[in-house]
């Protein structure tokens, strides 16, 4: 009688560590979205880079766009040049919604919203965009239509919100506004909460044109765990999990694993013994784990 209880003790606690990797693998997968992000640097947006969205949504005939213009200081204009493009390209329905503080907490819009194959946002300033949607329904309608399959692209302010930390563009040690970075130093770099749809990476954009590498460094000194992702122009990311594919006219600057660094607290400077950085351009692929 003694083995057969212990034969019954042991298929007991394989069972039970069976449905414990069941409920972790399971719990794993739903949390795993199942979305994407087509997340641009800015400048001109070519029909071909569009297409591509177009190709990542699958569109059918009762799926609708949804603009978020809120970046912009001009919302009706951001979503008049995204309609007219993207018309010439799909037949679906293409709506503006832009959220105030008054209409952040509209269940109908929210609705609307969460239902969008594809959720488009705007550039201009990404302070004032998430400025309307942090800690509103919006907020989790986007990260809900994230997670059931929705395509979330963005540009310029757009792509900047795609980060839980947000680059802002204001430096802390700088009263006036700068679209570069003239040095780098420590507790330079100003970061709010963005929207938390890429947890891994930190964003930048219209990265070669206007020379945003000072800034990207000083991202990674302040986040050295994180990859740092520099978008040029008229280029854009796809983002499926922690792959991610180039698409587009220009490159990509990827920074990783910074190595060594020291802060200087006398002027705020650092110096830094090594760090990955790789270039990539249409068609390559890399991954944004550590």
Known sequence: ???????????????????????????????????????????????????????????KKTDYVVVLPMSSEEPDSAYIYFKDQFQKLVPNKIVMLNFDKNTVQNPKLNDSLQKAKLIFISGGDQTRFMNVVINTPVYSSIHKAFQNGSIIAGTSAGAAVMSENMITGNQKLEKEYSGTFESIRYDNLETTPGLGLVTNAIIDQHFLVRSRFNRLISAMVEFPNLTGIGIDESTAIIVDGNNVKVVGESEVVVMKKPIGIQKYPSKKLISLESMQMRMYVAGQQFSIQN
């Open 1 to 59: 009688m003694k083995p057969t209880y212990q034969n019954q003790i042991e298929k007991t606690i394989q069972i039970v560590f069976s449905l414990i990797l069941i409920f972790c693998f399971s719990l794993t997968n739903a949390q795993k979205p199942k979305g994407k992000l087509f997340i641009i640097g800015g400048g001109n947006r070519s029909d071909q880079l569009m297409q591509h969205v177009v190709d990542l949504a699958q569109f």
